[in-house]
Each structure stands twice: as C-alpha cells, then as structure tokens.
C-alpha cells in the first residue's frame, strides 16, 4: 500500500500563490505517476498536474501559472500555485502510482476568495 499525506491548502486572495505539499511512503520502491487532481462542489475530479514516467502533464486551465516538481530522495511532489483564481476553488488531491499499487491522499481544501 501507499499513504500519502498531503499540506499546504488555505484561504488566499485572487493573485495571490500557495504550495502545496504530497509525501509518500509505504511501497514506494517504482514510483511512476505522481501528482494533482482537484475537485470542485459538485464536479468531477479532473487533473491538475502530473509527472508520469519523468515527463510533466498540466491542465490548460493552470499552464504558466502552476509548476509542479518532485524530490525524489523526500518521496515528494510539491505544487506551486501561483495568479491564483476563484476558479481554482477545489479539493485538491495527490496522486501516486507504483508498479504494484496507486493511492489517493486524503485531499487539502483550497479557497481563493476576496
């Protein structure tokens, strides 16, 4: 199995950035997709970015202002949230997967209001 523990989620102003933060452990040993997804009241839950097999994915909706990375040795992926909008108002979730198992972490809550 894989746990995930996720931080980094609040209220913020539009324009204004957040972080968040993903760690994994448990089995962990062929890490080969990691990253975010969100979901909004009422909606279904849709990407935001991901590293699979090294290479980066973004949704349209956060390229230029979104930049995920990962730490390797820390098991870690971080989103950096930049030009925040209402829009991106969400339940954001981190995402793993390995060669024997995927995992979904509990979800940090974001807000952008004014």
């Known amino acids: 199995q894989v746990q995930l523990v996720e931080s980094g989620g609040g209220l913020v102003q539009p324009g204004e950035s957040l972080r968040l933060s993903c760690a994994a452990s448990g089995s962990i040993a062929s890490i080969n997709a990691m990253g975010w997804y969100r979901q909004a009241p009422g909606k279904q839950r849709d990407l935001v970015a991901i590293?699979?097999?090294?290479?980066?994915h973004y949704a349209d909706s956060v390229l230029g202002r979104f930049t995920l990375s990962r730490d390797n040795a820390k098991n870690t992926v971080y989103l950096q949230m930049n030009s925040l909008k209402p829009e991106d108002t969400a339940v954001y979730y981190c995402y793993v997967r390995t060669s024997l198992a995927s995992g979904w972490g509990q979800g940090t809550q974001v807000t952008v209001s004014s």
């Open positions: 590293i699979i097999d090294g290479n980066m």
